[in-house]
């Protein structure tokens, strides 16, 4: 951030109260919220793949290991 700002860390330090006041300033509890939401989707959406890696396809589409299932 500091050096997209065209400054140092130390210099944004100044200005703040606390190190982290800056990412809460960005970071608001709605985004975070829609975070949370998203990663949990990816993650249900990666079991299903370690299915996949697994050889237990669903044979719903093709199997990008060719197992026999």
Known sequence: MAERAGTSASNIHKYVEHKDAPFH???????????????????????????WV???????????LSCSS
């Open 25 to 51: 300033a960005i970071v608001t509890p709605a985004l975070a919220a829609r975070l949370l939401t998203l990663m949990r989707a990816r993650v249900r959406e990666l079991g299903s793949i370690g299915q």
């Open 54 to 64: 697994l050889g237990k396809c669903s044979g719903i589409g093709a199997c990008p």
